[in-house]
Antibody
């Protein structure tokens, strides 16, 4: 069964760096984009950015200055780093696979989510 | 950025009802529109991609329509497991953006 498993620190202090990793099990890593999406408690979804197996990235301009997404194809993993976190970065962070049909990209596989809380 | 606006933000319905949710884009996105269902504490689940294509394994009571700026998600006969929040999302241009969500509650 194809699945994404994600992990990382769940409690950070302001100014620290958020670090999460997501691994693909049971499927092919190439030919897709791999994304991070977040959801503040009780709010909607915000796309953070994405990467493909070649390392090509796209970031949300609202977070671009603080975000780095990287990939390790040997392990079928991709990672998110978000620098200088504040309380506004408190959210559930999801990893997701972007698939394509007829040039339309959509998120067809999601990780279970990791709650990251930023508090002093 | 392309803004996605859903209406209503919430609705109350009964099992068996026909439910319609609307999503409007701030500019034309042709058919680059996807729909997701999210239940509390869970990740979103893809229902519809490219405005009207049903994702594999999704019940046929779900359907999508529209193009350009106006799109609709319809549940033909609401089932108990359909009480959830629904999001539209555009893939026409970066950054990828979502609607604010529509919560479907039990009447």
């Amino acid at each position: 069964q194809v699945q994404l498993q994600q992990w990382g620190a769940g409690l950070l202090k302001p100014s620290e760096t958020l670090s999460l990793t997501c691994a693909l099990y049971g499927g092919s890593f190439s030919g897709y984009y791999w994304s991070w999406i977040r959801q503040p408690p009780g709010k909607g979804l915000e796309w953070i950015g994405e990467i493909n197996h070649s390392g090509t990235t796209n970031y949300n301009p609202s977070l671009k200055s603080r975000v780095t997404i990287s990939v390790d194809t040997s392990k079928n993993q991709f990672s998110l780093k978000l620098d200088s976190v504040t309380a506004a970065d408190t959210a559930v962070y999801f990893c997701a696979k972007l698939a394509q049909w007829s040039s339309v990209w959509y998120f067809d596989l999601w990780g279970r989510g990791t709650l990251v809380t930023v508090s002093s | 950025d392309i803004q996605m606006t859903q209406s209503p933000s919430s609705l109350s319905a009964s099992v068996g009802d026909r439910v319609t949710i609307t999503c409007r884009a701030s500019q034309s996105i042709t058919r680059y529109l996807n729909w997701y269902q999210q239940k509390p504490g869970k990740a979103p689940k893809l229902l519809i991609y490219a405005a009207s294509s049903l994702q594999s394994g999704v019940p046929s009571r779900f359907s999508g329509s529209g193009s350009g700026t106006d799109f609709t998600l319809t549940i033909s006969s609401l089932q108990p497991e359909d009480f959830a929040t629904y999001y539209c999302q555009q893939s026409y241009s970066s950054p990828r953006t979502f609607g604010q969500g529509t919560k479907v509650e039990s009447k």
